[in-house]
């Protein structure tokens, strides 16, 4: 197991390594790419990340605490400036949280099949499937996440406070990569008081003080960042939106429940396992047992995240949804373990068909993401990187759109400077942009390339690629601000 799904997964995703970023939610993969590729070429601090639409400024921008975009960027140090480095270590990450799921459903229910069928389940979550491939640091913090929870259930088993230290330790880590995984300790909590007695008070308030010490990184680094995030609807949550909104909200349920959750985040292929799972955990009272708090009020703090989350989650953004994930599979690998044993034949063969179509529902939902003719952007931008890249010096700052995420187009033409989306960029802008040291222009819009007020800012067009053409803009000294 801890070779053959791996090594089926490498060899499904092989095609992908050669790739440059594309697909779903590339603008989130070029803004944790630039990030790496920042810390590698500029400034190595890591509490200093950094973004390319920057203006004329220092770039920095703080969300998430950047522990996985500065590990990536020590390995660049080493090999040098390659994608490939990325998708490696991302897939790397993969294999740990495949390994991870393993020992979390070995040490809540003791038996090597449930914990391996769970693992080949949550493999093909087609979720999970796609995004090991690619740099986001949700993949850290859902690794960092499930060891956090199976060295907790390890510890209820021992009560070696090493292993104490374990969980508190990735939990801490799941939590600096992504903020939305501290969920995972309402169910923590909620079983050291349920289990007081059980547990003793000394042992568990050593338990409490050690999840303390360790969170108070990513509290002292949230605390500090948060009040940052200016305009980001993340913060405000669903307490952003209005009345009129509530439509809204029942579709994206509506949609969530329907779509993703059967179909992104387990696989219609494993809905068989989930729904049995739950039939059989409620039928045989599973819920009585002395775990059953940490799966039911981690999974209450899951679906309070959710609903507070509704409005930006909506049902374009799955990987927000990876806090899901281990709970889900838990109870896929208990219902899977009870079909593949089941007294009956049809049953039995029924339940290994499922697990034998997984690899192929989430090749066939997925493998259409990487797609370099319609990569989610403007193709010309991956077809001519290379001269587009090289049509400027790397210090000049620069002027780039339209770009809607504000990532993509810095990312594939390697500059800094100003991102403008919509056509929204008009005479004054630009001069104002160049009298604060912006040299070139990088534009698809033919508005844009046709106004006279930004052509007259144009000194002389220096190249052109598919619609995509580069300007070199007259010096600030040649033009008057209005």
């Not at 979720?127 to 850290?140: C, G, R, S």
């Not at 405000?236 to 969530?256: P, W």
């Not at 007294?343 to 066939?364: D, G, H």
């Amino acid at each position: 197991m801890f070779l053959l799904i791996p090594s089926l997964s490498f060899f499904m995703h092989f095609h992908v390594f050669k790739l440059d970023l594309v697909g779903i939610h590339v603008w989130r993969q070029t803004q944790t790419q630039s990030t790496i590729e920042n810390f590698y070429k500029e400034d190595f601090n890591i509490l200093n990340p950094r973004i390319n639409n920057r203006g004329d400024g220092n770039g920095i921008f703080r969300m998430e605490f950047p522990v996985m975009q500065w590990v990536f960027a020590c390995f660049y140090k080493i090999f040098g400036n390659h994608v490939i480095i990325t998708r490696i270590l991302s897939f790397i990450i993969g294999v740990f949280s495949l390994w991870g799921i393993y020992l979390l459903l070995f040490n809540i229910f003791k038996r090597p099949l449930i914990a391996l069928l769970g693992a080949w389940c949550f493999n093909f979550s087609p979720v999970f499937y796609y995004y090991t491939m690619n740099p986001m640091p949700d993949n850290l913090a859902l690794c960092s996440s499930v060891y956090s929870l199976a060295f907790f259930f390890k510890w209820i088993d021992s009560r070696k406070y090493f292993y104490i230290v374990l969980s508190a330790f990735f939990i801490s880590l799941g939590v600096l990569a992504k903020l939305p995984f501290i969920v995972f300790v309402g169910g923590i909590i909620a079983y050291l008081i349920m289990n007081l007695k059980r547990t003793g008070i000394g042992n568990t308030i050593k338990a409490c003080f050690i999840f303390i010490g360790f969170l108070l990184a990513p509290a002292v680094w949230y605390i500090k960042v948060v009040g940052t995030w200016q305009g980001n609807g993340i913060v405000k949550g669903i307490l952003a939106a209005n009345k009129n909104d509530i439509a809204n909200l029942i579709d994206i349920l509506q949609g969530n429940l329907i779509s993703t959750l059967p179909e992104l985040l387990i696989n219609y292929g494993s809905l068989l396992f989930f729904l049995a799972g739950l039939g059989v955990l409620f039928f045989y009272k599973k819920y009585k047992s002395n775990l059953f708090p940490i799966l039911f009020f981690g999974g209450i703090s899951v679906l309070f995240y959710f609903f507070f989350e509704m409005n930006m989650i909506t049902t374009v953004h799955d990987y927000y949804m990876f806090p899901f994930l281990p709970l889900i599979f838990v109870i896929v690998a208990y219902g899977a373990e009870k079909l593949v044993s089941h007294s009956k034949r049809a049953v039995r063969t029924i339940a290994w068909a499922a697990l034998c179509t997984l690899p192929f529902t989430a090749y066939l939902r997925i493998n259409h993401r990487w797609n370099t003719i319609d990569p989610g952007f403007n193709s010309n931008l991956l077809v001519y990187k290379e001269g587009l890249r090289s049509a400027v010096p790397n210090n000049e700052l620069c002027v780039a759109g339209n770009d809607e995420s504000t990532y993509i187009f810095f990312y594939y033409i390697n500059k800094k400077g100003w991102a403008f989306d919509n056509d929204n960029l008009d005479g004054s802008s630009l001069k104002m942009m160049i009298y604060k040291g912006a040299r070139y222009l990088y534009t698809d819009s033919k508005k844009i390339a046709g106004d006279s007020a930004i052509r007259s800012c144009i000194n002389k067009l220096v190249l052109q690629r598919g619609d995509i053409n580069v300007y070199e803009l007259k010096q600030k000294n040649t033009i008057k601000l209005d």
